[in-house]
């Protein structure tokens, strides 16, 4: 089986449709398309041995070719508010950087999160929550704060969780518990954007953290295989849906690790989807889980896995 591997391409709007061609005839999938004046970024799933391939092409497009291990994924950047007294330049910050990286992200303030003795996580928040990859709690600076807070603020959140907050990483070892997937420390409130060479470092700290734990979530994945690859489910629906085409948003269909985010209503559209042939006879209703989002009503798509459906696409 041909090993894909997630990569950024950034160039010239000038013949990047040879790009996107290249992919698609190599077998890959082109996850998001950002188009930004005269430039244009494409991230998307390629053949690992294909990559020199496309970076030859794309070098007398003045294009260039990276990998991406952030691509595909959905993030939840949650911080206690958005109010000022949490200051969310950091939020905003941390936000911005994994998407520069590949990941798509959503901020997510949380309504009561403020307060050591009040914080609290409602059904809602947690919801949400629990459909991204991965959540990012962006705390505050005093240890205390975070050592009372944090144990109610992640209650029923079931996905790998990184923590960022001004003590060292150390610290947050020893007074975050539960124990959580991944740390950042050095970064707690900053009433200003992230400028200095310290502070962009840890932005680096902190995707390198994020990947990681991704990586070790994909481990898990590889010995259980889901029934089939996201991206591919991705361009089936994209392909058959013609409502997709009209959606305004910077990505209608969201790829995840283990399914999708489709940004349709459920009522009219999720039969429809349940429905769409992914190849002889089989359905996505057969081998995904079809539910609605609390997310505004959108569409999840949960792929399930091999073990379960015993069909592999």
Do not use: W
């Not at 990998?67 to 200051?87: D, F, Q, Y």
């Not at 969780?161 to 409130?189: F, K």
């Amino acid at each position: 089986m041909t090993t894909l591997v997630p990569v950024t391409f950034k160039g010239g709007v000038y013949r990047h449709d040879e790009i996107m061609d290249l992919i698609d005839d190599l077998g890959g999938y082109i996850v998001q398309k950002h188009v930004m004046a005269q430039d244009v970024v494409l991230q998307s799933f390629v053949p690992r041995d294909d990559i020199e391939l496309i970076r030859e092409i794309a070098k007398p497009l003045a294009g260039t070719v990276t990998e991406a291990p952030l691509v595909g994924t959905e993030i939840a950047v949650v911080s206690p508010s958005l109010e000022i007294h949490h200051l969310p330049h950091t939020s905003c910050d941390l936000a911005e950087y994994l998407r520069r990286s590949g990941a798509k992200t959503n901020m997510i303030g949380l309504s009561r999160g403020f307060g050591k003795r009040i914080a609290n996580l409602n059904d809602e928040e947690r919801d949400v929550i629990n459909e991204h990859d991965l959540a990012v709690y962006t705390l505050g600076n005093f240890e205390e704060c975070i050592r009372q807070k944090f144990p109610v603020l992640r209650q029923g959140i079931h996905v790998p969780i990184v923590v960022t907050g001004a003590p060292d990483r150390e610290t947050l070892v020893r007074i975050v518990d539960p124990p959580v997937e991944g740390y950042v420390g050095g970064v707690g409130r900053i009433m200003h954007r992230f400028k200095r060479p310290e502070e962009l470092v840890k932005l680096d700290e902190l995707v390198d953290e994020v990947s990681r734990t991704l990586d070790a979530r994909r481990d898990a994945l590889a010995r259980d295989p889901l029934s089939v690859f996201p991206p591919r489910l991705m361009a089936i629906i994209e392909e058959r849906i013609h409502e997709i085409s009209m959606l305004t948003h910077p990505t209608p269909v969201t790829a995840q690790m283990e399914g999708l985010r489709v940004k349709l209503p459920y009522d009219p559209y999720a039969p429809a989807i349940r429905s769409l042939e992914v190849v002889d006879g089989i359905t996505i209703g057969d081998i995904a889980d079809v539910t609605p989002s609390r997310m505004r009503n959108y569409i999840l798509i949960r792929i399930k896995p091999f073990s379960e459906t015993r069909i592999l696409v």
